[in-house]
């Protein structure tokens, strides 16, 4: 009796670096879907290597979480938002990369 080995790659922070090309811009995506329950997709490019932050935040400002917080090679890439934990509301989320900021609105309905 003998078992399989299976080999793959866990990707705890759900970054999908999804294409070779390097964008000539720094840019944060509308997530989709929006409104979204209870997982959203955020797309964002990154232009040139860079330490790259997005955080989500409720309606009153509070930080909720944090989605990615590392160094990254410059491309093209996706998060997504596991929100089962969270309210139906209104969020915001903000990406920090270099001078490079921008704040887009998405809403989680249950």
Same mark, same amino acid.
Request: proline share 5%; net charge positive.
């Given at each position: 009796?003998?078992?399989l ?9 759900? #970054? =999908? =670096?999804?294409?070779?090309?390097? %964008?000539?811009?720094?840019? !944060?995506?509308?997530?989709? %879907?929006? %409104?979204? =329950? %209870? /997982? ?5 490019? #990154?232009? $040139?290597?860079?330490?790259t932050? #997005?955080? @989500? ?8 979480? /944090? !989605?990615?917080?590392?160094? !990254? ?20 989320? $903000? *990406? ?6 921008s704040? $887009?609105? *998405? @809403? !989680?309905?249950?």
């Open positions: 009796m003998y078992s080995v299976w080999k793959f790659t866990v990707n705890p922070n759900r #970054i =999908n =670096n999804y294409s070779s090309e390097i %964008p000539k811009e720094y840019k !944060l995506y509308d997530n989709f %879907p929006n %409104p979204f =329950n %209870p /997982t959203t997709k955020i797309g964002f490019d #990154i232009s $040139k290597n860079s330490y932050k #997005i955080v @989500v935040y409720d309606i009153i400002g509070r930080e909720m979480k /944090t !989605l990615i917080n590392e160094n !990254l090679l410059a491309g093209k890439y996706e998060v997504s938002w596991n929100a089962s934990n969270y309210a139906s509301g209104i969020y915001f989320y $903000k *990406m920090v990369a270099n001078e490079f900021i704040i $887009k609105k *998405m @809403v !989680l309905i249950k």
